[in-house]
């Protein structure tokens, strides 16, 4: 039988969750953007429009200043991984229509040792990019990542990338929302675990 404590465990999940239960493993704090983007980095790019149209969750918008074409990472969360293990990146993003020079999504990893990933970190390798992302829809955006031997940090990024043109301003803006990063390998054995402990 479960005790109370395991039983408040999963209340805590299901409640957590509303109508879908979230992924106990994933190690993005602040996913959502209720209320703020805190521990993101640039927690003043927390806006209010929700993936869901919430009247009181937000999103993080990712702004890309740059003359030339590319992408601009500017949103990161640094978070802990498991070497070996393979883990999922997810988001919702939302480019607003009527932007110049066709913003798209593009979502990265650098992988550290150290916590709060100090210095550059090592490159998983090339970006996952949307060059042809549609405007004024929230679409899900996805990428698996292998966490390198002696690797324990992951800072993972979100950007905004921008085609070819002569404009800086206005600037290029990505929304994202409901940022995951989940371990996806070893779910039945992991899933069960906090039942196993409960007993
Ligand atoms: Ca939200």
């Given at each position: ?133 549609p405007t ?27 085609g070819p ?35």
């Amino acid at each position: 039988m479960l005790s109370v404590a395991g039983a408040a465990l999963i209340c805590i999940f299901a409640f957590e969750g509303g109508l879908a239960l979230p992924d106990y493993r994933d190690v993005i704090i602040n996913g959502g953007f209720d209320s703020n983007a805190a521990n993101w980095s640039h927690p003043e790019n927390w806006d209010s429009l929700d993936s869901r149209g919430s009247a009181t969750s937000g999103s993080i918008r990712s702004i890309n200043n740059r003359v030339a074409a590319g992408v601009l990472f500017e949103i990161e969360q640094c978070v802990p991984v498991e070497a070996g293990g393979r883990y999922r990146l997810s988001a919702d993003a939302y480019v607003a229509p009527g932007q110049q020079r066709s913003p798209y999504p593009g979502i990265g990893v650098f992988w550290f040792t150290q916590p709060g990933c100090p210095g550059l970190g090592q490159p998983n390798g090339p970006p996952t990019l949307y060059p042809s992302f549609p405007t004024n829809v929230w679409a899900p955006v996805l990428s698996y990542f292998d966490v390198p031997a002696g690797k324990s940090y992951a800072r993972m990024e979100l950007g905004a990338g921008r085609g070819p043109g002569e404009n800086v301003s206005p600037f290029a803006v990505v929304h994202y929302d409901n940022v995951r990063f989940s371990r996806v390998d070893g779910l039945v054995a992991r899933a069960v675990l906090p039942l196993l402990i409960s007993e």
